[in-house]
Protein backbone atom coordinates (compact mmCIF):
# COMPACT_ATOMS: atom_id res chain seq x y z
CA UNK A 1 0.00 0.00 0.00
CA UNK A 2 1.50 3.37 -1.12
CA UNK A 3 1.00 5.82 1.58
CA UNK A 4 2.62 8.97 2.30
CA UNK A 5 4.99 9.39 5.28
CA UNK A 6 5.89 12.77 6.09
CA UNK A 7 3.81 15.35 8.46
CA UNK A 8 5.05 18.69 6.24
CA UNK A 9 5.39 19.52 2.82
CA UNK A 10 8.37 21.74 2.68
CA UNK A 11 10.10 21.23 -0.40
CA UNK A 12 9.45 18.54 -3.32
CA UNK A 13 12.89 18.62 -2.77
CA UNK A 14 12.70 16.16 -0.02
CA UNK A 15 10.26 14.35 -1.65
CA UNK A 16 10.64 10.74 -3.56
CA UNK A 17 9.36 10.49 -6.85
CA UNK A 18 6.78 7.71 -5.65
CA UNK A 19 5.75 10.54 -3.21
CA UNK A 20 4.97 13.32 -5.77
CA UNK A 21 2.92 10.87 -7.94
CA UNK A 22 0.71 9.44 -5.18
CA UNK A 23 0.29 13.38 -4.15
CA UNK A 24 -0.43 14.27 -7.96
CA UNK A 25 -2.91 11.01 -8.36
CA UNK A 26 -4.71 12.14 -5.50
CA UNK A 27 -5.04 15.45 -6.83
CA UNK A 28 -6.68 13.92 -9.80
CA UNK A 29 -9.39 12.33 -7.81
CA UNK A 30 -9.81 15.39 -5.52
CA UNK A 31 -10.81 17.13 -9.03
CA UNK A 32 -14.07 14.93 -8.98
CA UNK A 33 -15.32 16.65 -6.28
CA UNK A 34 -14.90 20.39 -7.30
CA UNK A 35 -17.15 19.24 -10.26
CA UNK A 36 -20.23 18.60 -7.72
CA UNK A 37 -22.83 20.79 -7.18
CA UNK A 38 -22.14 19.73 -3.25
CA UNK A 39 -18.18 20.75 -3.53
CA UNK A 40 -17.55 19.31 0.14
CA UNK A 41 -16.63 15.70 2.02
CA UNK A 42 -16.10 15.55 5.33
CA UNK A 43 -13.00 13.77 5.29
CA UNK A 44 -10.59 17.04 7.46
CA UNK A 45 -14.09 17.88 10.14
CA UNK A 46 -12.93 18.97 13.23
CA UNK A 47 -9.23 20.07 11.87
CA UNK A 48 -8.14 23.39 12.45
CA UNK A 49 -5.42 25.03 9.48
CA UNK A 50 -4.36 27.94 10.12
CA UNK A 51 -3.60 29.99 6.37
CA UNK A 52 -0.31 32.20 7.69
CA UNK A 53 0.75 34.86 5.19
CA UNK A 54 3.55 36.90 5.78
CA UNK A 55 3.80 37.59 2.10
CA UNK A 56 1.15 39.35 -0.40
CA UNK A 57 -1.18 36.65 -1.97
CA UNK A 58 -4.47 36.14 -3.19
CA UNK A 59 -4.30 33.14 -5.51
CA UNK A 60 -2.37 30.89 -3.28
CA UNK A 61 -4.10 31.89 -0.07
CA UNK A 62 -7.38 31.72 -2.05
CA UNK A 63 -6.61 28.35 -3.42
CA UNK A 64 -5.42 26.74 -0.08
CA UNK A 65 -8.73 28.02 1.97
CA UNK A 66 -11.02 26.48 -0.79
CA UNK A 67 -9.15 23.45 -0.67
CA UNK A 68 -9.69 23.36 3.12
CA UNK A 69 -13.10 24.03 3.31
CA UNK A 70 -13.96 21.83 0.78
CA UNK A 71 -12.39 18.54 2.53
CA UNK A 72 -14.34 20.08 5.41
CA UNK A 73 -11.73 21.83 8.01
CA UNK A 74 -11.70 24.74 9.73
CA UNK A 75 -9.87 27.80 8.40
CA UNK A 76 -8.20 30.90 9.92
CA UNK A 77 -6.77 32.94 7.84
CA UNK A 78 -3.44 35.98 9.72
CA UNK A 79 -1.96 38.08 7.57
CA UNK A 80 1.17 40.34 8.82
CA UNK A 81 -1.47 43.62 8.56
CA UNK A 82 -3.35 42.05 11.50
CA UNK A 83 -0.71 40.16 13.07
CA UNK A 84 1.77 40.49 15.73
CA UNK A 85 4.81 40.35 13.90
CA UNK A 86 4.23 44.18 13.08
CA UNK A 87 4.48 44.56 16.89
CA UNK A 88 7.98 42.90 17.10
CA UNK A 89 7.37 39.14 17.55
CA UNK A 90 9.36 36.65 16.23
CA UNK A 91 8.48 33.81 14.27
CA UNK A 92 9.63 31.62 16.93
CA UNK A 93 7.47 33.45 19.41
CA UNK A 94 4.25 33.08 16.43
CA UNK A 95 4.90 29.65 16.79
CA UNK A 96 4.12 29.04 19.89
CA UNK A 97 1.49 30.94 20.35
CA UNK A 98 0.00 29.28 17.67
CA UNK A 99 0.76 25.85 18.72
CA UNK A 100 -1.17 26.49 22.48
CA UNK A 101 -4.52 26.80 20.31
CA UNK A 102 -3.89 23.61 18.82
CA UNK A 103 -4.30 23.25 15.02
CA UNK A 104 -3.31 20.57 12.98
CA UNK A 105 -2.22 22.43 9.57
CA UNK A 106 0.12 25.79 9.06
CA UNK A 107 -0.07 26.80 5.99
CA UNK A 108 2.41 29.66 5.73
CA UNK A 109 4.27 31.88 3.11
CA UNK A 110 7.53 33.76 4.31
CA UNK A 111 10.53 35.58 2.81
CA UNK A 112 12.88 34.19 4.26
CA UNK A 113 14.02 31.19 2.39
CA UNK A 114 14.11 27.69 4.78
CA UNK A 115 11.46 29.64 7.54
CA UNK A 116 9.15 26.45 7.22
CA UNK A 117 12.17 24.03 8.36
CA UNK A 118 12.78 26.43 11.45
CA UNK A 119 8.85 26.11 12.25
CA UNK A 120 8.45 22.98 11.84
CA UNK A 121 10.98 21.71 14.31
CA UNK A 122 8.97 23.94 16.64
CA UNK A 123 5.71 22.53 16.32
CA UNK A 124 6.32 18.68 16.29
CA UNK A 125 2.16 18.15 16.79
CA UNK A 126 1.13 20.09 14.02
CA UNK A 127 1.70 19.36 9.85
CA UNK A 128 3.52 22.49 7.94
CA UNK A 129 2.74 22.84 4.36
CA UNK A 130 5.18 25.94 2.72
CA UNK A 131 3.02 28.22 0.60
CA UNK A 132 6.10 29.80 -0.68
CA UNK A 133 9.53 30.42 1.15
CA UNK A 134 11.43 33.51 -0.02
CA UNK A 135 13.46 32.19 -3.21
CA UNK A 136 13.83 28.46 -1.78
CA UNK A 137 10.52 26.28 -2.95
CA UNK A 138 6.92 26.50 -3.63
CA UNK A 139 6.02 22.86 -3.74
CA UNK A 140 2.29 23.70 -4.30
CA UNK A 141 2.79 25.75 -7.39
CA UNK A 142 5.18 22.91 -8.34
CA UNK A 143 2.81 19.66 -8.08
CA UNK A 144 -0.07 21.42 -9.87
CA UNK A 145 2.40 22.71 -12.81
CA UNK A 146 3.12 18.96 -13.06
CA UNK A 147 -0.58 17.42 -12.77
CA UNK A 148 -1.60 20.27 -16.02
CA UNK A 149 2.00 18.70 -17.85
CA UNK A 150 -0.28 15.52 -17.24
CA UNK A 151 -3.07 16.10 -17.97
CA UNK A 152 -1.61 17.09 -21.10
CA UNK A 153 0.63 14.88 -22.24
CA UNK A 154 -0.23 11.85 -19.83
CA UNK A 155 3.48 11.72 -19.16
CA UNK A 156 6.24 14.08 -17.80
CA UNK A 157 8.81 11.87 -18.78
CA UNK A 158 10.88 12.74 -21.53
CA UNK A 159 9.12 16.24 -21.78
CA UNK A 160 11.26 19.09 -22.68
CA UNK A 161 10.45 21.95 -20.57
CA UNK A 162 11.75 25.59 -20.78
CA UNK A 163 11.42 28.19 -17.54
CA UNK A 164 11.94 31.56 -19.24
CA UNK A 165 12.59 34.66 -16.53
CA UNK A 166 13.60 35.23 -13.91
CA UNK A 167 15.35 31.85 -12.26
CA UNK A 168 17.22 33.37 -9.77
CA UNK A 169 14.17 34.95 -7.38
CA UNK A 170 11.81 32.37 -8.43
CA UNK A 171 10.65 29.30 -5.99
CA UNK A 172 8.15 28.65 -8.78
CA UNK A 173 11.65 27.71 -10.73
CA UNK A 174 12.82 25.66 -7.89
CA UNK A 175 10.15 23.45 -7.50
CA UNK A 176 9.60 22.73 -10.73
CA UNK A 177 12.88 21.91 -11.49
CA UNK A 178 13.01 19.37 -8.12
CA UNK A 179 9.79 17.92 -9.43
CA UNK A 180 10.31 17.60 -12.75
CA UNK A 181 13.96 16.20 -12.25
CA UNK A 182 12.74 13.37 -10.21
CA UNK A 183 9.87 12.52 -12.98
CA UNK A 184 12.30 12.48 -15.93
CA UNK A 185 11.86 15.81 -17.78
CA UNK A 186 14.43 18.10 -18.88
CA UNK A 187 14.49 21.61 -18.07
CA UNK A 188 15.72 24.13 -20.19
CA UNK A 189 16.16 27.79 -18.34
CA UNK A 190 17.12 30.79 -20.15
CA UNK A 191 16.81 35.07 -18.64
CA UNK A 192 19.03 37.70 -18.66
CA UNK A 193 22.64 37.04 -17.39
CA UNK A 194 21.75 38.70 -14.28
CA UNK A 195 18.36 36.42 -13.51
CA UNK A 196 20.14 32.61 -13.64
CA UNK A 197 22.32 31.77 -10.89
CA UNK A 198 25.74 30.36 -11.80
CA UNK A 199 25.74 26.50 -11.37
CA UNK A 200 21.67 25.94 -12.34
CA UNK A 201 22.74 22.98 -13.84
CA UNK A 202 23.31 21.37 -10.19
CA UNK A 203 19.35 21.66 -8.84
CA UNK A 204 18.57 18.72 -11.72
CA UNK A 205 18.54 17.47 -15.07
CA UNK A 206 18.81 21.01 -16.31
CA UNK A 207 20.36 22.74 -18.88
CA UNK A 208 21.23 26.95 -19.20
CA UNK A 209 20.82 28.56 -22.19
CA UNK A 210 21.99 31.98 -23.11
CA UNK A 211 19.06 32.82 -25.62
CA UNK A 212 15.23 32.60 -25.10
CA UNK A 213 15.13 31.05 -28.68
CA UNK A 214 17.38 27.94 -27.86
CA UNK A 215 15.69 27.10 -24.02
CA UNK A 216 12.06 26.99 -26.11
CA UNK A 217 13.34 25.32 -29.26
CA UNK A 218 11.22 21.93 -29.85
CA UNK A 219 9.76 22.24 -26.03
CA UNK A 220 6.41 20.75 -24.99
CA UNK A 221 5.96 23.18 -22.35
CA UNK A 222 6.92 26.99 -22.31
CA UNK A 223 6.98 28.13 -18.81
CA UNK A 224 6.99 31.84 -18.65
CA UNK A 225 7.88 33.56 -14.90
CA UNK A 226 6.44 36.58 -13.75
CA UNK A 227 9.03 39.65 -13.00
CA UNK A 228 9.01 40.14 -9.56
CA UNK A 229 8.88 43.70 -9.27
CA UNK A 230 8.41 43.64 -5.88
CA UNK A 231 12.09 41.35 -5.09
CA UNK A 232 14.55 42.61 -7.58
CA UNK A 233 13.29 46.41 -8.24
CA UNK A 234 14.80 47.75 -11.08
CA UNK A 235 18.46 46.90 -10.55
CA UNK A 236 18.54 43.58 -12.65
CA UNK A 237 16.95 44.84 -16.29
CA UNK A 238 17.43 48.05 -18.18
CA UNK A 239 13.81 48.63 -18.51
CA UNK A 240 10.64 46.26 -18.75
CA UNK A 241 10.40 47.02 -22.59
CA UNK A 242 13.87 45.50 -23.39
CA UNK A 243 13.13 42.39 -21.07
CA UNK A 244 10.07 42.10 -23.17
CA UNK A 245 12.09 42.38 -26.61
CA UNK A 246 14.44 39.78 -25.27
CA UNK A 247 12.28 37.26 -23.02
CA UNK A 248 8.76 38.00 -23.56
CA UNK A 249 6.70 35.54 -25.24
CA UNK A 250 5.08 36.64 -28.34
CA UNK A 251 3.37 34.58 -30.92
CA UNK A 252 6.14 34.57 -33.31
CA UNK A 253 8.94 33.17 -30.83
CA UNK A 254 6.32 30.69 -29.84
CA UNK A 255 6.09 28.90 -33.11
CA UNK A 256 9.67 28.10 -32.20
CA UNK A 257 8.39 25.31 -29.87
CA UNK A 258 6.62 22.02 -30.92
CA UNK A 259 3.19 23.11 -32.57
CA UNK A 260 1.31 21.77 -29.55
CA UNK A 261 3.52 22.86 -27.03
CA UNK A 262 1.49 24.41 -23.63
CA UNK A 263 2.09 27.78 -22.50
CA UNK A 264 2.36 28.06 -18.55
CA UNK A 265 2.13 30.81 -15.79
CA UNK A 266 2.36 30.55 -12.08
CA UNK A 267 0.48 34.35 -12.44
CA UNK A 268 -0.33 37.28 -12.14
CA UNK A 269 0.77 38.22 -15.38
CA UNK A 270 2.43 41.31 -16.10
CA UNK A 271 1.20 41.21 -19.60
CA UNK A 272 3.20 42.66 -22.31
CA UNK A 273 6.56 42.30 -20.14
CA UNK A 274 6.65 38.56 -19.96
CA UNK A 275 4.01 36.97 -21.96
CA UNK A 276 2.27 38.93 -24.67
CA UNK A 277 -1.86 39.59 -24.49
CA UNK A 278 -2.21 37.19 -28.02
CA UNK A 279 -0.28 34.66 -26.02
CA UNK A 280 -2.27 34.37 -22.47
CA UNK A 281 -5.45 34.43 -24.41
CA UNK A 282 -4.42 32.32 -27.24
CA UNK A 283 -5.27 28.74 -26.88
CA UNK A 284 -2.05 27.02 -26.35
CA UNK A 285 -2.11 28.74 -22.86
CA UNK A 286 -3.13 26.56 -19.89
CA UNK A 287 -3.26 29.30 -17.39
CA UNK A 288 -6.33 29.02 -16.25
CA UNK A 289 -6.19 24.98 -15.88
CA UNK A 290 -3.13 25.59 -13.75
CA UNK A 291 -5.43 28.17 -11.19
CA UNK A 292 -8.43 24.86 -11.56
CA UNK A 293 -5.40 22.19 -10.22
CA UNK A 294 -4.25 24.24 -7.81
CA UNK A 295 -7.66 23.57 -5.38
CA UNK A 296 -6.99 19.93 -6.14
CA UNK A 297 -3.34 19.53 -5.53
CA UNK A 298 -4.02 21.39 -2.05
CA UNK A 299 -6.59 19.04 -1.18
CA UNK A 300 -4.13 16.33 -1.79
CA UNK A 301 -1.72 18.06 0.32
CA UNK A 302 -3.60 19.03 3.06
CA UNK A 303 -5.44 15.28 3.13
CA UNK A 304 -1.54 13.31 2.86
CA UNK A 305 0.13 15.77 5.62
CA UNK A 306 -2.43 14.90 8.42
CA UNK A 307 -1.85 11.14 8.09
CA UNK A 308 1.99 11.26 7.84
CA UNK A 309 4.15 10.20 10.89
CA UNK A 310 6.75 12.88 12.01
CA UNK A 311 9.88 12.41 10.51
CA UNK B 1 -1.73 -14.81 6.29
CA UNK B 2 -3.58 -17.67 7.72
CA UNK B 3 -3.67 -21.26 9.54
CA UNK B 4 -7.39 -22.49 7.38
CA UNK B 5 -9.28 -21.30 4.53
CA UNK B 6 -12.52 -23.06 3.34
CA UNK B 7 -14.49 -21.78 0.16
CA UNK B 8 -17.66 -21.34 1.53
CA UNK B 9 -18.99 -20.22 -1.92
CA UNK B 10 -17.75 -21.20 -5.22
CA UNK B 11 -17.99 -20.01 -8.99
CA UNK B 12 -21.34 -21.48 -9.56
CA UNK B 13 -22.42 -20.59 -6.28
CA UNK B 14 -21.80 -16.94 -6.83
CA UNK B 15 -23.55 -17.04 -10.37
CA UNK B 16 -26.77 -18.74 -8.56
CA UNK B 17 -26.63 -16.34 -5.71
CA UNK B 18 -26.34 -12.94 -7.90
CA UNK B 19 -28.75 -14.26 -10.27
CA UNK B 20 -31.59 -15.01 -7.56
CA UNK B 21 -30.60 -11.02 -6.32
CA UNK B 22 -31.24 -9.91 -9.76
CA UNK B 23 -34.88 -11.64 -9.31
CA UNK B 24 -34.97 -10.05 -5.94
CA UNK B 25 -34.22 -6.44 -7.21
CA UNK B 26 -36.58 -6.75 -10.04
CA UNK B 27 -39.41 -8.03 -8.19
CA UNK B 28 -38.93 -5.33 -5.32
CA UNK B 29 -38.48 -2.55 -7.96
CA UNK B 30 -40.87 -3.63 -10.60
CA UNK B 31 -38.22 -3.59 -13.18
CA UNK B 32 -35.35 -1.48 -13.75
CA UNK B 33 -36.99 1.69 -14.61
CA UNK B 34 -35.61 4.50 -12.87
CA UNK B 35 -33.07 1.85 -11.36
CA UNK B 36 -29.18 2.19 -11.08
CA UNK B 37 -26.00 0.23 -9.26
CA UNK B 38 -23.45 1.87 -7.27
CA UNK B 39 -20.93 -0.26 -6.57
CA UNK B 40 -18.32 0.03 -3.66
CA UNK B 41 -15.11 0.28 -4.88
CA UNK B 42 -13.24 -2.50 -5.58
CA UNK B 43 -15.15 -5.78 -4.84
CA UNK B 44 -18.59 -4.42 -4.70
CA UNK B 45 -18.08 -2.23 -8.70
CA UNK B 46 -17.18 -5.94 -9.95
CA UNK B 47 -20.21 -7.49 -8.44
CA UNK B 48 -22.61 -4.88 -9.55
CA UNK B 49 -21.38 -4.92 -12.90
CA UNK B 50 -22.13 -8.49 -12.82
CA UNK B 51 -25.80 -7.84 -11.44
CA UNK B 52 -25.94 -5.38 -14.09
CA UNK B 53 -25.34 -7.65 -17.14
CA UNK B 54 -28.39 -10.29 -15.59
CA UNK B 55 -30.68 -7.72 -15.01
CA UNK B 56 -30.08 -6.38 -18.90
CA UNK B 57 -30.77 -9.85 -19.87
CA UNK B 58 -33.74 -10.30 -17.98
CA UNK B 59 -35.33 -6.98 -18.91
CA UNK B 60 -33.76 -6.38 -21.88
CA UNK B 61 -32.96 -2.61 -20.73
CA UNK B 62 -29.74 -0.82 -19.67
CA UNK B 63 -28.63 -0.69 -16.05
CA UNK B 64 -26.64 1.95 -15.49
CA UNK B 65 -23.33 1.28 -12.79
CA UNK B 66 -21.60 4.08 -11.06
CA UNK B 67 -18.95 3.51 -8.26
CA UNK B 68 -18.01 5.14 -5.42
CA UNK B 69 -14.90 5.08 -3.06
CA UNK B 70 -15.54 5.80 0.59
CA UNK B 71 -12.06 7.00 1.77
CA UNK B 72 -13.04 10.64 2.09
CA UNK B 73 -16.05 9.48 4.37
CA UNK B 74 -14.11 6.97 6.39
CA UNK B 75 -15.21 7.68 10.59
CA UNK B 76 -11.82 6.19 11.07
CA UNK B 77 -8.84 9.00 10.23
CA UNK B 78 -7.01 8.70 13.50
CA UNK B 79 -6.13 5.24 12.52
CA UNK B 80 -4.31 3.79 9.63
CA UNK B 81 -7.24 4.69 7.08
CA UNK B 82 -6.52 8.49 6.32
CA UNK B 83 -3.47 8.76 3.83
CA UNK B 84 -4.45 5.97 2.25
CA UNK B 85 -4.60 6.39 -1.92
CA UNK B 86 -8.21 7.86 -2.84
CA UNK B 87 -9.80 5.94 -5.41
CA UNK B 88 -11.96 7.28 -7.87
CA UNK B 89 -15.89 8.01 -7.70
CA UNK B 90 -18.08 8.35 -10.89
CA UNK B 91 -21.52 8.15 -11.13
CA UNK B 92 -22.59 8.62 -14.96
CA UNK B 93 -26.12 9.40 -13.91
CA UNK B 94 -27.42 11.46 -11.70
CA UNK B 95 -28.32 10.38 -8.52
CA UNK B 96 -31.31 12.60 -7.43
CA UNK B 97 -34.19 10.86 -7.63
CA UNK B 98 -32.88 7.44 -8.56
CA UNK B 99 -33.97 4.16 -6.96
CA UNK B 100 -30.17 3.21 -6.33
CA UNK B 101 -29.01 -0.04 -5.33
CA UNK B 102 -26.00 -0.31 -3.56
CA UNK B 103 -23.18 -3.10 -3.93
CA UNK B 104 -20.96 -3.78 -1.38
CA UNK B 105 -18.87 -7.76 -1.49
CA UNK B 106 -18.87 -7.82 2.19
CA UNK B 107 -21.63 -6.96 4.96
CA UNK B 108 -19.70 -6.59 8.29
CA UNK B 109 -19.98 -3.36 10.11
CA UNK B 110 -21.77 -1.55 8.20
CA UNK B 111 -19.10 1.34 8.47
CA UNK B 112 -18.35 1.14 4.88
CA UNK B 113 -21.97 1.05 4.42
CA UNK B 114 -22.66 4.31 6.02
CA UNK B 115 -19.67 6.03 4.30
CA UNK B 116 -21.40 4.88 0.77
CA UNK B 117 -24.89 6.50 2.03
CA UNK B 118 -22.99 9.76 2.80
CA UNK B 119 -21.01 10.04 -0.45
CA UNK B 120 -24.09 8.84 -2.41
CA UNK B 121 -25.95 11.53 -0.63
CA UNK B 122 -23.33 14.14 -1.37
CA UNK B 123 -24.13 13.81 -5.27
CA UNK B 124 -28.20 14.44 -4.70
CA UNK B 125 -31.00 13.45 -3.09
CA UNK B 126 -31.80 9.98 -4.88
CA UNK B 127 -35.68 8.18 -4.26
CA UNK B 128 -34.40 5.43 -2.23
CA UNK B 129 -31.24 3.46 -1.59
CA UNK B 130 -31.28 -0.41 -1.42
CA UNK B 131 -28.62 -2.55 0.07
CA UNK B 132 -27.36 -5.66 -1.80
CA UNK B 133 -24.54 -7.39 -0.40
CA UNK B 134 -23.08 -11.26 -1.72
CA UNK B 135 -21.83 -12.23 2.16
CA UNK B 136 -23.61 -10.56 5.05
CA UNK B 137 -21.14 -12.30 8.09
CA UNK B 138 -22.65 -10.01 10.95
CA UNK B 139 -21.12 -8.22 13.85
CA UNK B 140 -22.82 -4.64 12.62
CA UNK B 141 -21.76 -1.44 14.81
CA UNK B 142 -24.47 0.48 12.95
CA UNK B 143 -28.19 -0.22 12.40
CA UNK B 144 -28.00 -1.21 8.96
CA UNK B 145 -29.89 -4.26 6.92
CA UNK B 146 -29.36 -5.56 3.35
CA UNK B 147 -32.25 -5.69 1.46
CA UNK B 148 -30.83 -8.68 -0.79
CA UNK B 149 -28.15 -11.02 0.81
CA UNK B 150 -26.36 -13.73 -1.37
CA UNK B 151 -25.61 -15.87 1.57
CA UNK B 152 -25.42 -15.23 5.08
CA UNK B 153 -22.40 -16.67 6.75
CA UNK B 154 -22.16 -16.67 10.54
CA UNK B 155 -18.50 -15.30 11.61
CA UNK B 156 -16.35 -14.93 14.50
CA UNK B 157 -14.84 -11.59 14.85
CA UNK B 158 -11.42 -13.42 14.38
CA UNK B 159 -12.19 -14.68 11.15
CA UNK B 160 -11.49 -12.61 7.56
CA UNK B 161 -13.81 -13.35 4.56
CA UNK B 162 -12.66 -12.50 0.97
CA UNK B 163 -14.38 -12.26 -2.27
CA UNK B 164 -11.83 -13.16 -4.91
CA UNK B 165 -11.84 -12.04 -8.43
CA UNK B 166 -9.90 -13.41 -11.63
CA UNK B 167 -8.32 -10.78 -13.52
CA UNK B 168 -11.54 -10.54 -15.93
CA UNK B 169 -12.83 -8.89 -12.55
CA UNK B 170 -15.41 -12.20 -12.34
CA UNK B 171 -15.78 -13.76 -9.32
CA UNK B 172 -13.66 -16.71 -8.63
CA UNK B 173 -14.77 -17.76 -4.95
CA UNK B 174 -15.38 -16.74 -1.72
CA UNK B 175 -12.95 -17.84 1.32
CA UNK B 176 -13.21 -17.86 4.80
CA UNK B 177 -10.17 -17.95 6.68
CA UNK B 178 -10.10 -18.34 10.69
Same mark, same amino acid.
Do not use: E
Given at each position: MKSFAHKDIIALRDLSKEEIELLISTAETMREINNRPIKKVPTLRGRTVINLFYEASTRTRTSFEIAAKRLSADLVNISPSTSSSTKGETLSDTALNLLAMKPDIIVMRHSASGAHYFLSKRLPTCSVINAGDGTHEHPSQGLLDMLTMKDRFGRLDGLKVAIVGD???SRVARSNIQGLTKMGSHIFVAGPPTMVPPGVEKLGNVTACSTMKEAIEDADVVMMLRIQQERQ??? /????TGEYAKYFGLNPVNLK /????DAMVMHPGPINRGVEMSSFVVDGNQAHILKQVENGVAVRMAMLYHVIGGEPE | MSEESTVILDGTGIERALTRIAHEILEKNKGVENLSLVGIRTGGVYLAKELAKRLEGIEGATVQVGEVDITLY??????????MPVGKTDFPFTVEGKKVVLFDDVLYTGRTIRAAMDAIMDHGRPACIQLAVLIDRGHRELPIRADFVGRNVPTSIKESIAVRFDDQQKPIEVVLEK
Open positions: ITHGKT /LMPS /LAKP | RDDYKGQSLN
